[in-house]
């Protein structure tokens, strides 16, 4: 729920300290901001969203929005009235469930939209209390509406107060029901508040210029090569390398451990290796590093290069394989770049990395067996741009080695020409099985 950033008409009680030009510009950078980390859970497949909007016609949305975002034009009436046909709209659309969020509370995410969904699954109605006495999310499930509706929308909730949510709460009460609560969040509609955007802004700038960078490796009976690994993350300046054990029977963890990592046991399979990694780390940017691949030097620097452009939402190394004075190592990374041209996305054995606020509202990396890589590099790429480091990462050559280059190469092929055809993942991941064994592109 929005309003379109027009001078005199938006977040007017902010004019009284950043005037008319300035209340719009801000209205307008903090919409922008929800909307994007709206539009990356909706990415994760969590929710299907869509932009309500008051003033501004349809054409002046679309060019504010510039996303590929539904986008429509809310009731008329007070807010209590445009709220009760949106939710109404969008259950009468066929959705188990409605939720309705501002667009002014800009630490709102992945996290908050997740736990409504979940506490909707034992509960009707679900609210967000926003610090200012208001709310930043009202929730409610297709089964429960007919009686929640009225009491949030029908009964007089004084707009714009410091009541808001106390009221509401007390108005659901009268018919029996009781929300589930989550965390209190801060929007922006006071000049106190004005603060609090400020402080976002300085954070949001702190890890676009000097982001603590930390690396992952999902790792399964590597003790040859995690060492390596994680000395090549120590050489290039990163401090945080968090190894995800996926149950080695050999000496990995240990080695890890030894090597200065920290190490976390995750269930076995490559997402969840890496999901439960991510977990584990503290920094700004996550790289999502191969246990048989090696980070250059300059890594550090680039990714802080590459991520400096805000438009970037993920950014991938070079891919270099093995020696390139041996002509069958540069065969294999004049394939492996062609890959990457064909198919216009950067793969695993790259060094993927991203923000850690758009690895979290993306929902991370998809619960699949093959493809996870490619699945979380095409929700990226639908959220901004990806960037390309001009340093390469080294990825070792055993699985062409192993398997042959024209046969693993035309297998590997033939698992993303197959996912790009909507193929079971797990009917894939079976049929590279049989092809090349079970111990291909396990981590």
């Known amino acids: 729920m929005t ?33 994007h980390r709206l539009h990356a859970v909706s990415l994760s497949g969590a929710v299907e969203l869509e932009v309500r909007y008051t003033g501004g016609s349809a054409s002046q949305m ?9 986008t429509n034009a809310q009731s008329g009436g007070d807010l209590g009235t445009r709220l ?16 309705a969020v501002g667009s002014d509370a800009p630490t709102l995410g992945g996290t908050q ?26 929730g409610v499930r297709a089964d429960a509406a007919d009686a929640a509706l009225p009491a949030l929308f029908d009964t007089g909730i004084p707009w714009g107060t410091d009541t808001v949510f106390s009221e509401t ?62 000395e090549s993350a120590r050489a290039a300046g990163i401090g945080e390398v968090v190894v995800a054990d996926g149950g080695s029977s050999d000496n990995t963890v240990g080695l890890a451990r030894d090597a200065g990592a920290t190490v976390t046991q995750a269930p076995r399979g490559r997402s969840r290796q890496l999901n439960a990694g991510a977990a584990h780390t503290t920094g700004d940017v996550l790289v999502f590093l191969h246990a048989d691949c090696r ?5 550090a620097t680039q990714i802080r290069e590459v991520l400096n452009d805000p438009s970037v939402t993920m950014g991938a190394f070079r891919f270099e394989a093995g020696d390139p004075a041996r002509f ?11 890959r990457h041209r064909v198919f216009a996305l950067p793969y695993g054995d790259q060094a993927l990395f991203v923000r850690r606020t758009d690895f ?49 190469t035309l297998v590997n092929m033939a698992v993303i020409a197959g996912y790009r055809l909507r193929l079971s993942p797990h009917g894939l991941a079976a049929w590279r099985e049989r092809m090349l064994g079970r111990g291909h592109g396990a981590r």
Not at 113 to 123: D, F, G, Q, V, Y
Not at 124 to 131: D, F, H, R, S
């Open 113 to 138: 939209i997740r736990a409504a969904l979940s506490a909707l699954e034992s509960n009707g109605v679900v609210l967000g209390p926003a610090a200012d006495g208001g709310y930043y999310l009202v």
């Open 295 to 299: 980070l250059p030097r300059d890594a």
């Open 84 to 99: 009760d046909q949106a939710m109404r709209e969008a259950l009468k659309g066929g959705a188990p469930a409605a939720l």
């Open 3 to 35: 309003r379109y950033p027009a001078p005199g008409q938006a977040k007017t009680r902010l004019a009284t300290t950043l005037g008319e030009q300035g209340a719009a510009q801000a209205a307008s950078d903090i919409a922008l901001h929800c909307i």
């Open 328 to 338: 069958v190592d540069r065969m294999i990374t004049a394939l492996g770049r062609l």
């Open 360 to 408: 979290e509202d993306l929902g991370g990396f998809p619960d699949i067996p093959v493809m996870e890589d490619y699945a979380f590099a095409v929700r990226c790429k639908r959220l901004g741009s990806l960037g390309t480091t001009s340093s390469c990462v080294c990825s070792s050559t055993r699985a062409w080695r192993d398997h042959g280059v024209v046969r693993g």
């Open 62 to 70: 679309r060019s504010w929005v510039r996303q590929r975002i539904t």
């Open 169 to 230: 709460v007390t108005s659901l009460a009268s018919v029996g029901l009781a929300a589930s609560i989550l965390e209190t969040l801060s929007d922006i509609d006071r000049p106190e508040d004005i603060a609090i955007w400020q402080q976002i802004r300085a954070e949001e700038q702190r890890v676009r210029l000097s982001p603590e960078i930390s690396v992952v490796i999902p790792a399964l009976n590597e003790c040859e090569r995690i060492a390596g690994a994680i």
